[in-house]
């Protein structure tokens, strides 16, 4: 497998992972809270809350910067042998930058179900 099959194959599971991740983990937590009686003063849960919001950032923009590093440049690599190419290697890094927006809002969200 090359390096460009690769690459958008990883990008392709980190996106389902973190779709996965909002539909199930944020659902799940805040049944969980829902069910317990009088679970807004939980230490424990707020405190899980914190901590879930700052890994979804973190991670997020952690593996945007890695995506863009490598990306970014392959792109002006491409851009100085052809310039025609500029749309493409835009494309691409724009994805990239996409991956950090994603996990701000799982972060937002997360921080938001704080009380």
Not at 31 to 45: G, K, L
Not at 75 to 94: C, D, N, P
């Amino acid at each position: 497998m090359n390096a460009k099959k690769k690459f958008y194959l990883l990008l392709a599971i980190f996106q389902v992972v973190l779709t996965f991740t909002v539909f199930f983990s944020v659902d799940g937590i805040v049944n969980m809270v829902a069910a317990q009686a009088d679970a807004s003063t939980d230490p424990m849960t707020l405190s899980m809350f914190a901590i879930s919001a700052a890994i979804a950032t973190g991670a997020s923009v952690i593996a945007s910067a890695w995506a863009i590093r490598t990306t970014g440049t392959a792109a002006i690599s491409a851009l100085s042998e052809r310039e025609g190419s500029f749309f493409q290697a835009f494309l691409v890094v724009a994805l990239c930058e996409a991956l950090a927006i994603y996990g701000l809002i799982v972060g937002i969200l997360l921080w938001t179900k704080i009380p």
